[in-house]
């Protein structure tokens, strides 16, 4: 156990549709990572916060966009959802935001998009 | 922009074989080094990470790593692998782009182990 927690475990919804994950760090660290990975294009950065801030950003869509709150935890949104967007949809932490320092690897959100 | 390079995608071996999983990667600057492996089913968890000194790391599990600057690589290896080494491992890099620390992951490595 990392002591990253996501919620749902699973998801199955359909195009068009919109969806919140959610995640919440380890309890001390202030940066949280999010992640997609699907089978074609493996594990695929999509955007970084840090105590509240926009700390960088990956491959993310448009219609994807993330934020994190006072408490820390943090939350994916996707809308307009597409099949191609049904993926496991990891959560990180990490106590500062830069250097040499490890994440921690939520147990991840699978989504279908039927 | 920094890239990481895992050339193996898919690695067969049995039991006992020796282990080498290759990672390059392209920036110039600093770089701190992780492998993180992810079990069937399961979260990636670290193996091992580089951040300066001693360029041969030394992780769990039995796992090992070697940076050599001048290649760009940081190869992740194991003398005698066990089935329960099958998994999915990534390299990964972190690095200052664009005024901020970005850690880039490669696209991963199946290990299949046969018993």
């Known amino acids: 156990d990392s002591g990253v927690t996501q919620t749902p475990k699973h998801l199955i919804t359909a195009t068009g549709q919109r969806v919140t994950l959610r995640c919440s760090p380890r309890?001390?660290?202030?940066?949280v990572y999010w992640y997609q990975q699907s089978l074609d294009q493996g594990l695929q950065f999509l955007i970084q916060?840090?105590?509240?801030?926009?700390?960088a950003k990956g491959n993310i869509l448009e219609r994807f966009s993330a934020q994190q709150f006072p408490d820390l935890h943090s939350e994916l949104n996707l809308s307009s959802l597409e099949l191609g967007d049904s993926a496991l949809y990891f959560c990180a932490s990490s106590v500062v935001a830069a250097g040499p320092n490890e994440q921690f690897f939520g147990p991840g959100t699978r989504l279908t998009v039927l | 922009a920094q890239s990481v390079s895992q050339h193996n995608h898919h690695v067969i071996l049995s039991e006992a074989a020796s282990l080498e999983l290759g990672c390059n990667y392209s920036y110039g600057g600093t770089v701190n080094l992780f492998w993180y492996v992810q079990y069937p089913g399961q979260h990636l968890q670290l193996l091992l990470k580089y951040f300066s000194g001693d360029p041969l790391v030394k992780g769990i599990k039995g796992f090992e790593a070697e940076f050599i600057k001048s290649k760009f690589s940081f190869n992740l290896r194991k003398p005698s692998v066990q089935w329960s080494d099958t998994a999915e491992y990534f390299c990964?890099?972190?690095?200052?782009?664009?005024?901020?620390?970005?850690?880039?992951f490669g696209t991963g490595t199946k290990l299949q182990v046969i018993p």
């Open positions: 309890s001390g660290d202030l940066s």
């Open positions: 916060y840090y105590n509240g801030e926009e700390r």
């Open positions: 990964a890099v972190n690095a200052l782009s664009g005024g901020y620390q970005k850690v880039t």
